[in-house]
């Protein structure tokens, strides 16, 4: 093992005068000495200078030898050793750090989300959740659909219901000693918002001559909810599949459907995006 303790003992740091035998600092005579150095049993070249006994030699020949990094810093006006890097003799270029956010971004409905391993979020009880493990991220096994964007509009969607977005939350629950957190994930909350407005536009009950139709009172057939009432009983489904949405849709065309979707994670690891619709 290379051991730099043994190099650094009598340093001198600071300007040493070559190109003779014999140099003068401090009032004490320095001549060039013969002895020799060995690294890790081989023999190196280094200059050195016996001074009152002691042998004298150049800290960055040091770095060279025995492998570590030593520069002079202009801006602090110090010499700087970095015991854990290999030789350079300049100073590392300054990389400026762009500062991670605290906790991944779930605020936006039209923009995924995009958690990373490091993240933290924290829940409507206080409870911190940091995550760990995104491994099933868009990534799930039982996919059998793309969820990297949202339905393309195939009807005029500013003709329907504008429910406005919840605001963005999350829930914490402990069982069988684990934690649970449940994100609300307006991305998906959209998709399901969009899946309906196209499959509105696609059947003949609810979208005739370029317009939805409308009731007697000139009321929409169809409206949205983008959050469910706690009082409400909802059906669950995951992963996302455009037919749980179209075909209970086409089987009872007018009413209210309110939407949900959430992400669940299990001590700080993603499991899964559950869907929830209910109407009435």
Known sequence: MKRIGTFMTGLVIGAMLFG????????????LSNHRFFVDGEEVTMT????NGNNYVMLRDIGKAVGFNVYW??????????????YTGTAPTKVQQVAKPERADYSQGDVMPNPEVGDTITCSD???????DLTKYQN??????????????????SMLDQPVLPDAEANHFKSGG????????????????YTLYNAIGDNPQT????????????GPLVTVKLSIPETVAANSFWPWRTEQITELFNSCPPGEY?????????????????YYVAVK
């Open 20 to 31: 003779s035998s014999v140099a003068y600092a401090a009032g004490a005579i320095a001549e």
């Open 48 to 51: 050195a200078y016996g001074i």
């Open 73 to 86: 810093d202009s801006v602090n006006h110090c010499v700087q050793i970095e015991s854990d890097k290999p």
């Open 126 to 132: 206080g409870y911190v959740m940091e995550i760990k």
């Open 140 to 157: 799930s096994m039982f996919a059998t659909q793309e969820t990297d964007t949202l339905p393309k509009p195939t009807c005029d969607w």
């Open 178 to 193: 684990r934690d649970y957190v449940f994100v609300r994930n307006l991305f998906e909350t959209r998709r399901m918002q």
């Open 207 to 218: 979208w005739k001559n370029g317009k939805p139709v409308t009731r007697a009172d000139g």
């Open 258 to 274: 309110s939407f949900e979707a959430w992400d669940v994670y299990c001590d700080g690891v993603f499991r899964y995006t559950e």
